[in-house]
Nanobody, 123 residues
Framework: VQLQASGGGLVQAGDSLRLSCAAS????????MGWFRQAPEKEREFVAA????????YYADSVKGRFTISKDNAKNTVYLQMSSLKPEDTAVYYC?????????????????WGQGTQVTVSS
């Protein structure tokens, strides 16, 4: 599966932004999807994940209550709705996909990655 992330941009603190990740390839509906982010000079970190079979969602504590992950199988797209953005949310955001759920919040839990989209939040 190939992933293409989009929707990043420059916003002000408190604004909202929706990221999209379009997938190509067969059986997209069978993939668990995740979002990660990487700030300058920091390691890539888990943001959110959604399980394909029951739609369960999981979030990093830092974004819980502000971000929402969703998946539209008909459009082969996963979204990350981000609200109440903070300057510390500034990062390159990556979407990822995998057939297994075992390590949903780990970088090594995903075989497929998108190219990343930059989100910059000004104070």
């Amino acid at each position: 599966v190939q992933l293409q992330a989009s929707g990043g941009g420059l916003v002000q603190a408190g604004d909202s932004l929706r990221l999209s990740c379009a997938a190509s390839g067969r059986s997209f509906s069978s993939y668990h999807m995740g979002w990660f982010r990487q700030a300058p000079e920091k390691e890539r970190e888990f943001v959110a994940a959604i399980r394909w079979n029951d739609g369960s969602t999981y979030y990093a504590d830092s974004v819980k209550g502000r971000f929402t992950i969703s998946k539209d199988n008909a459009k082969n797209t996963v979204y990350l709705q981000m609200s109440s953005l903070k300057p510390e949310d500034t990062a390159v955001y990556y979407c990822a996909a995998d057939l297994t759920w075992l390590r949903y919040n780990r970088i090594d839990g995903y075989d497929y990655w998108g190219q990343g989209t930059q989100v910059t939040v000004s104070s």
